[in-house]
């Protein structure tokens, strides 16, 4: 189970872009990388979801290099209500071993969006 | 509206008196999860179920034990709580393995 790593803490203002970075050097071949944003005492919401190179929807984008050893959410324009935590997930082997949904959230990142 | 709902919001209880958290989705969605969140700890997940009667246990299933009878609904019983298992707790659903879960309002336990 590939673990990641983010940091703990970012600061931004309103209306710059934030982009917070996760590690995960042990992802395996068929691990899909999966950021969610959580308000407090709310359950999380899934925001992104990829494999590799670049992932946009409405919300965000996600980059994964070719190694894919890491990833990087990136939010455009934040605003006060963006002040949340992300966390970013490696899934496991699932599709093809059918071994389930095993997903890890780490601690994630607690991004401070200020005036 | 799609949602999973889990029920009660908040609990007080005692300890060993046993305890069941309900959870249940509208979405026909096959996977189903729990998770605990501690602070400094972030979510650990509990137990997961791929569908019905198919269960298997996440990163922290001491204590805890889940059903899975029917699709929709995937409650957690905690047969003899103790303080340790104060905490707060999420129920989510997934349509697949790889796609993003839908997590419930949450669950606040406190048990002393």
């Known amino acids: 189970l590939a673990k990641t790593t983010q940091p703990i803490s970012m600061d931004s203002y309103e209306g710059q872009e934030v982009n917070i970075t996760c590690s995960h050097n042990?992802?395996?071949?068929?691990?899909?990388i999966t950021w969610y944003q959580q308000f407090p005492s709310q359950g999380p919401r899934f925001i992104i979801q990829?494999?590799?190179t670049k992932v946009t929807n409405e919300v965000a984008s996600l980059f994964i290099p070719a190694d894919r050893k890491s990833s990087t959410l990136s939010l455009p324009r934040v605003s006060l209500s963006d002040t949340a935590v992300y966390y970013c997930?490696?899934?496991?082997?699932?599709?093809?071993?059918?071994?389930?949904?095993?997903?890890?959230f780490g601690t994630g990142t607690q991004l401070k969006v200020e005036l | 509206e799609a949602q999973v709902t889990q029920n009660p919001r908040y609990l007080i209880t005692v300890t060993g008196k046993k305890l069941t958290v309900t959870c249940s989705q509208n979405?026909?969605?096959?996977?189903m999860s729990w998770y605990r969140q501690d602070p400094g700890l972030g979510l650990r997940q509990i137990y997961y179920?791929?569908?019905?009667?198919?269960?298997d246990k996440g990163d922290v299933p001491e204590g805890y034990k889940v059903s899975r009878k029917e699709k929709r609904n995937f409650p957690l019983i905690l047969e003899s709580p103790s303080p340790n298992q104060t905490s707060l707790y999420f129920c989510?659903?997934?349509?697949?393995?790889?796609?993003?879960?839908?997590f419930g309002s949450g669950t606040r336990l406190t048990v002393v």
């Open positions: 989510a659903s997934s349509l697949s393995p790889t796609a993003g879960y839908t």
């Open positions: 042990n992802i395996a071949t068929n691990d899909y």
């Open positions: 990829g494999y590799k």
């Open positions: 997930l490696v899934g496991d082997k699932a599709i093809l071993t059918g071994g389930g949904n095993k997903l890890t």
């Open positions: 979405m026909n969605h096959e996977y």
């Open positions: 179920s791929m569908n019905v009667e198919v269960t």
